[in-house]
């Protein structure tokens, strides 16, 4: 924000030190543009890549495209997370992998293992025997967005994406 307001501060002397013409603010016109569309480059860029990792550990929330939404609490160790997760939903037959009609809903809890390498983000959730979700992802501006499956059914996909933004964690402090 400080670029853009320094930005500012540099058109509007320019505006003062130089002559009332058409020429002059349509040229500051321009650069004030010029100068707004590097910063956003410069922020975009900063944004995109974290140079010592994302953290995306503590409680949050995948947002699956089927209206499923798993609450997942995470702990990270530079680029590996552990954890659980849950959600509740329609009960499944562990050996059939499918959705009875008449059995009803129930609170369903897993291990997590998870990895962040640059910017992509793959998690596995171990529900029940035989059961795992895979989660993959990329992590753009800071929210996680991707693919989740059974590792059974690899071919039937849901799109998901992380509830809150993850934060790029600070360089390591120098020693003095």
């Given at each position: 924000?400080?670029?853009?307001?320094?930005?500012?501060?540099?058109?509007?002397?320019?505006?003062?030190?130089?002559?009332?013409?058409?020429?002059?603010?349509?040229?500051?016109?321009?650069?004030?543009?010029?100068?707004?569309?590097?910063?956003?480059?410069?922020?975009?860029?900063?944004?995109?890549?974290?140079?010592?990792?994302?953290?995306?550990?503590?409680?949050?929330?995948?947002?699956?495209?089927?209206?499923?939404?798993?609450?997942?609490?995470?702990?990270?160790?530079?680029?590996?997370?552990?954890?659980?997760?849950?959600?509740?939903?329609?009960?499944?037959?562990?050996?059939?992998?499918?959705?009875?009609?008449?059995?009803?809903?129930?609170?369903?809890?897993g291990q997590i293992d998870a990895i962040?390498?640059?910017?992509?983000?793959?998690?596995?959730?171990?529900?029940?025997?035989?059961?795992?979700?895979?989660?993959?992802g990329r992590i753009d501006r800071g929210?996680?967005?991707?693919?989740?499956?059974?590792?059974?059914?690899?071919?039937?996909?849901?799109?998901?994406?992380?509830?809150?933004?993850?934060?790029?964690?600070?360089?390591?402090?120098?020693?003095?």
């Amino acid at each position: 924000m400080g670029g853009v307001v320094d930005v500012m501060k540099t058109w509007r002397t320019a505006r003062m030190i130089a002559p009332d013409t058409r020429r002059t603010r349509r040229s500051g016109r321009w650069m004030l543009l010029a100068a707004i569309c590097c910063g956003a480059l410069m922020l975009a860029d900063t944004a995109a890549a974290c140079q010592w990792g994302w953290r995306a550990s503590g409680g949050w929330k995948i947002n699956q495209d089927n209206n499923v939404q798993v609450t997942v609490s995470l702990e990270q160790d530079r680029d590996l997370l552990t954890g659980y997760g849950e959600f509740y939903g329609p009960v499944v037959d562990p050996a059939q992998k499918n959705v009875p009609g008449s059995t009803g809903f129930r609170n369903y809890t897993g291990q997590i293992d998870a990895i962040i390498t640059g910017d992509t983000i793959e998690m596995r959730i171990f529900w029940m025997p035989g059961m795992v979700g895979v989660y993959q992802g990329r992590i753009d501006r800071g929210r996680a967005v991707g693919e989740h499956w059974d590792r059974d059914r690899p071919g039937q996909r849901i799109g998901w994406r992380s509830s809150r933004l993850f934060a790029c964690i600070p360089p390591p402090s120098s020693p003095n």
